[in-house]
């Protein structure tokens, strides 16, 4: 059948930067110079440009905006005046935080206050424009025009270095504000000494999304400045302040073309930790070696894949994806191991793989399965940190920040992130515990010990769905919010936990958790063909409109029936027979990508974009759909849909990302859909099969193999497979298995502009 293009997105050039690092690295960087950190921070993408490393626990960035929802990552590239540049940052999340320990340079009387973006001369923040700014990977500058001042920015791990070019004044100065925050959340303490005329420390402590989040810092400046210390917009005598309002006003005088120049080392344990991180990581003033160092450390990460084509515009979109896969989950502990638990204590981690930003309801679909191809050691390292955070918490987390547990989305999604590294071979974490803990996530248990600050915490971490589903065997939506979106949820988690006991020889809890997977059929509707919310009586919830969608406040999860009736990934064949069997299943899928994108009711989930049809590639639960072709034989038709989604959903510019980016996830999907392969099920070690768009791509492996997928005939016209072999030999049926890349065998498609519609899979 013919499909219809709901959505088309602009595709721009970029400009590309080169480096200058020696011979080597310029080989690395040539890659490297296709990143646009830009990328994203437009339209719903929630990025941020600023300077970060690999999983870095800095994220120096400027801030535009601090509320609403287009200001989760501080900078949104609409806006056209900056408040000053703060230090941590979250990467394309739906929900805001974060926003520490800001510093904004200036000149002429010094102002308390940042202003509105209506009127930026009430306050210290400066107007710019996008022409002067600049972003690479581990850098960014921009001219505060307001000012005349060139800042620039770059960061190791844990220290933040700022670098600012002032014209000759007699009034230049910054200001270091620990009053604000992206999401304005409530401050808890605020402690500001300056130890003397080049030195300050102190601590921001506040509570929002992360109920108790702690940032201690400890800043260096390489000029001598005079102070006043403000605490609730009033000056404090002497050099110490601690209360919940506080920032200090610095100035000095400069000459024309002045550089002055501030390093900041920021910790969650105290202030010892972030001296001792920046005076460990940076122990000198030369900005640009940071810099060099930081863009290693991406040339690195970006180089684990070598993709090649004849689209500039495909090579920026996915080596930008290659950054913003590895922005998260971001370092949590201090040089010496030392690091901040849930339960609010101090300890140390000898291994040092302490990790926090675990956006798990997004990341366990492709990015973790990502990790498991290109750096399976570290992705081992975050299960070990989800395992610490278990021992130290009571609970696996569903999403964690900063050393809390958030409760933020549904399932428990730790646990195919933890499945699918074991069913893959990568086990190096204490298998037993991961087990118990995995039992203990998927149960309702009201005398659990577990930390929580509020009781909403309370409630998410242990939802009622999970009772209902223990006690009921289904969860009734005139109980429990979002109870279609959940119950698929726990099927599938529930088939995680099945196949891990199965392994490990646990076959009574193999048998008991394979009947739990099979609850997804309880919410099937024969009459109208959707997953529907079932009531505690036995009947349906009335009325029912599958384009129905009420943000957090109905029966699916910023979804709607059309999205959320396709999430059975571990029993397509189940689904298929609920459908009617094969042509039944594909016409659905059809209808999907081809009727109206209309949504209906008055407050729709704004995380509803990309849409194609009802399909929604802006929000997660929509990703493995165009996959499902593959499993009833038409698999030209997934084919078809991953290069649309591949053309369309994402481009080289700021509005480049069709939704939240999710720390990685949106970006994990494009790096493997553009390959040619996609996980539809986490902890099954298959890939379905889709469209490449590159002439080759070499991934390379940690034992020292090399994975490579050559395309023939490769062009944008040319979209559907017409002969695919695996080391020379004719692929059987549209998916490898994992073994076939580890194994560093060779995938060669080749390519026709017409649907091959008889079976190449023999």
């Known amino acids: 059948m013919k499909f219809t293009n709901y959505l088309v997105i602009a595709m721009l050039l970029i400009g590309c930067k080169k480096y200058d690092t020696g011979d080597k690295q310029q080989e690395l960087s040539d890659k490297l110079s296709y990143v646009d950190p830009f990328v994203g921070t437009g339209y719903h993408g929630h990025t941020f440009p600023g300077a970060t490393t690999p999983n870095g626990m800095v994220q ?107 014209p000759e004044t007699e009034q230049a100065g910054m200001i270091l504000d620990l009053t604000t925050g992206i999401a304005n959340n409530k401050i808890l303490e605020n402690t500001i000494e300056v130890l003397s005329d080049t030195e300050i420390v102190g601590v921001k402590s506040s509570k929002g999304w992360a109920r108790k989040q702690h940032v201690f810092f400890y800043a260096k400046f390489n000029k001598p400045f005079k102070h006043t210390i403000y605490g609730d917009q009033k000056t404090v005598e002497g050099k110490h302040y601690s209360g919940k309002h506080g920032k200090v006003v610095l100035q000095f005088e400069t000459e024309e073309a002045e550089q002055v120049k501030v390093k900041v080392g920021i910790s969650s344990v105290d202030i010892i930790g972030a001296k001792n991180n920046l005076e460990k990581e940076v122990d000198h003033w030369d900005f640009n070696q940071v810099k060099t160092e930081a863009e290693g450390q991406w040339s690195d990460k970006i180089a684990l894949i070598d993709a090649n084509g004849k689209d500039e515009e495909h090579m920026k979109i996915f080596y930008s994806s290659m950054y913003h896969a590895f922005i998260a989950p971001m370092t949590f502990s201090d040089v010496d191991g030392r690091y901040r638990t849930i339960d609010q204590k101090i300890k140390k981690d000898e291994q040092n793989t302490a990790y926090t930003v675990f956006s798990l309801w997004d990341t366990f679909r492709a990015f973790h399965p990502l990790m498991t191809i290109i750096q399976p050691t570290q992705n081992e390292g975050y299960i070990r940190s989800l395992l610490k955070k278990y021992d130290e918490g009571g609970l696996l987390p569903k999403w964690e920040l900063m050393g809390n547990y958030t409760g933020t989305m549904i399932g428990y999604h730790s646990i195919p992130v933890i499945v699918d590294a074991y069913m893959k071979g990568a086990r190096d974490f204490d298998v037993e515990k991961a087990f118990q803990a995995m039992l203990e996530a998927s149960k309702y248990n009201e005398e659990k010990k577990f930390v929580h600050y509020d009781p909403v915490v309370k409630e998410k971490m242990m939802p009622m769905g999970k009772y209902y589903n223990q006690t009921l065997g289904y969860i009734p939506a005139d109980k429990e919010n979002e109870s279609v979106s959940k119950a698929l949820e726990y099927a599938y988690n529930d088939y995680c936990i099945a196949v891990m006991a199965k392994e490990l020889g646990k076959m009574d809890i193999h048998k008991k958790y394979m009947e739990r997977s099979k609850r997804y059929t309880q919410y099937f509707d024969t009459e109208t063909g959707f997953m529907r919310g079932k009531l505690s009586t036995g009947g349906w919830r009335e009325p029912f409109d599958p384009r129905f969608s009420q943000h957090r406040k109905d029966d699916y999860t910023e979804g709607n029936a059309y999205q959320w009736s396709w999430f059975v990934p571990h029993d397509v064949d189940g689904l298929k027979t609920l459908l009617g069997g094969p042509s039944h299943f594909e016409e659905k899928l059809d209808s999907l990508f081809t009727t109206s994108s209309q949504l209906s009711g008055e407050h729709a989930s704004a995380d509803i974009t990309g849409m194609v049809g009802q399909y929604a590639h802006g929000n997660e639960p929509s990703h493995h759909i165009a996959y499902m072709y593959n499993y009833i034989n038409v698999p030209h038709k997934t084919q078809y849909m991953a290069d649309y989604l591949l053309q369309n959903h994402y481009s080289a510019t700021p509005e480049g990302i069709i939704g939240n980016e999710d720390c990685g996830q949106m970006s994990a999907w494009y790096i493997l859909s553009s390959i040619g392969f996609y996980p539809v099920c986490p902890s099954e070690t298959t890939y379905a099969i889709g469209r490449p768009i590159f002439d080759d791509v ?65």
């Not at 929802?69 to 941590?88: E, K, P, R, V």
């Not at 001369?121 to 307001?146: C, I, Q, W």
Request: net charge negative.
């Open 698 to 762: 070499s991934i390379q492996l940690e034992n020292g193999k090399t994975f490579t997928v050559k395309t023939i005939n490769n062009s944008i016209e040319n979209k559907y497979i017409k002969k695919i072999t695996l080391d020379g030999v004719d692929l059987k049926k549209p998916f490898i298995d994992h073994s076939d890349i580890i194994e560093g065998k060779t995938l060669e498609v080749t390519m026709t502009d017409e649907p091959v519609l008889e079976n190449i899979f023999m």
């Open 60 to 166: 120096l960035s400027p801030d535009t905006r601090f509320i609403g929802w287009d200001a989760c990552g501080g900078y949104h590239h609409s806006d056209s005046s900056i408040i000053g540049f703060s230090h941590t940052h979250l990467s394309g999340t739906g929900i805001g935080d974060l926003g520490d320990v800001l510093i904004m340079p200036f000149t002429g009387e010094p102002k308390t206050s940042y202003g509105s973006s209506e009127n930026p001369d009430e306050g210290y923040r400066s107007r710019f424009d996008h022409n002067s700014e600049t972003a690479t990977p581990g850098y960014y500058s921009v001219n505060l025009k307001d000012y005349n001042i060139k800042a620039e920015l770059t960061a190791s791990t844990r220290v933040g270095f700022h670098q600012y070019t002032y």
